[in-house]
């Protein structure tokens, strides 16, 4: 997965980025991120990579000479920023079912929660990564430092869909039991039946700052099947016998985009980053300039 995701051009470009989070409820991180306003603490505690704008008089000029790799010196009253990325990993990420790999939504999902790791571990950035199933959730981290790459795409290798979502439970359940606010990033096609808006809420309500990816298959934004199709629910299993005509296709346009203004709208009045993508967009292209305009990434 490491070798398909990330060449030595869009690392270069990657290396130059930073995850943002400018509402965390104060206290959750001490001081501005990367800014003169860090801790005031003169005891070391630990180094992590440079990042462009990076204060130069903070260098490491010793271990520079000796690896020749910048790193910045924190101090005790700097923290890192945590940041949560959540993977719906239900069936309905499972497609196209056949063919077409580069559309797939899992491995598309995967590969852009591969790259915002890659920039927040290289940041020093406290990443934890959790796939949500209706088996339970798994979990990677809380870890940080780019050495953490290749453990982690070794990791998402690993993932499975299975089963229905019930994502606002889900998402509840995480705001319950993280321990600490940052940023958080939801990965999802949003099709679950019983909505999602009470799960981004919940996470808002512990003090997150939150973004919304949501990742669909170009043929579910514009199908283009017609005639007398039965269509069975990739996560229930349950077939539906349906007529499909050029007037049910605009029918299904209009509410497929009501459906899409609503969440735009949900998100906008809330403050939460919301990014809708399909999976004919370039991964890196999601990160490098759609994220960058919301405000996900500097």
């Known amino acids: 997965m490491a070798e398909r995701i990330f060449d030595e051009k869009t690392l270069r470009k990657l290396d130059r980025l930073t995850l943002i989070a400018n509402k965390v409820r104060a206290g959750a991180i001490k001081g501005e991120r990367r800014s003169s306003r860090r801790g005031t603490s003169i005891e070391f505690a ?25 790193f910045i010196k924190l101090l ?80 998402l290798e690993k993932l499975y869909t299975r089963g229905t979502l019930d994502l606002n439970q889900a998402l509840r359940d995480y705001a319950l039991r993280s321990t600490r606010a940052g940023l958080v990033v939801v990965i999802s096609d949003l099709m679950s039946p019983d909505g999602y808006q009470d799960g981004l809420r919940a996470l808002l309500g512990r003090g997150n700052e939150v973004a919304l990816l949501q990742v669909l298959a170009p043929d579910e934004v514009e199908p283009e099947i017609l005639g007398d199709l039965k269509l069975i629910d990739v996560e229930t299993g349950i077939p539906q016998d349906v007529t499909v ?50 405000g996900v990434v500097h």
């Open 46 to 70: 630990d180094y992590r990579n440079y990042v462009r704008g990076d204060d130069l008089r903070r260098l490491d000029w010793n271990i520079y000479a000796r690896l020749q790799r910048p």
């Open 76 to 155: 005790e009253d700097e923290e890192d920023l945590a940041v949560h990325l959540l993977l719906d990993s239900s069936a309905s990420m499972d497609w196209p079912r056949s063919g077409q790999r580069d559309l797939h939504k899992y491995l598309y999902a995967r590969r852009v929660l591969a790259g915002l790791a890659y920039i927040a571990l290289g940041a020093g950035d406290r990443v934890t990564v959790t796939a949500l199933r209706q088996d339970g959730v798994t979990r990677w981290g809380p870890l940080r430092g780019r050495g953490q790459t290749l453990n982690l795409l070794a990791w």
């Open 245 to 294: 005509d050029a007037d049910m296709r605009e029918l299904y346009r209009q509410r497929f985009q009501a459906w899409q203004a609503e969440i735009g709208a949900y998100c906008a009045g809330r403050g939460i980053h919301f990014a809708p993508t399909e999976t004919s967009t370039p991964w890196e292209q999601l990160i490098l300039s759609e994220l960058r305009r919301t």
